[in-house]
């Protein structure tokens, strides 16, 4: 149970470290808006789907997990 309370804790911070990033405007540029992401626009309505960001989202956590798993 120890161990668990190390990984919650590290995650903890790791998601408080990103959101701290994003709050700070680290990644307006690009996140969201990179090729291949779906925007549709249509008089007064608008859609947005960033495929793409979240592909590349998954990879880093993905790659992330499988380094701590270590």
């Given at each position: 149970?120890?161990?668990f309370?190390k990984?919650l804790?590290?995650?903890?911070?790791?998601?408080?470290a990103?959101?701290l990033?994003l709050?700070?405007?680290?990644?307006?540029?690009?996140?969201?808006r990179l090729p291949?992401?779906?925007?549709?626009?249509?008089?007064?309505?608008s859609?947005?789907?960033p495929?793409?960001?979240c592909?590349v989202?998954?990879?880093v956590l993905?790659?992330?997990?499988?380094?701590?798993?270590r």
């Open positions: 149970m120890n161990d309370g990984a804790f590290i995650g903890g911070l790791v998601l408080a990103v959101g990033l709050w700070l405007g680290v990644g307006r540029t690009w996140l969201g291949g992401d779906i925007h549709h626009t249509r008089g007064n309505f859609f947005h789907f495929i793409i960001t592909l989202i998954s990879i993905t790659l992330l997990m499988w380094i701590f798993r």
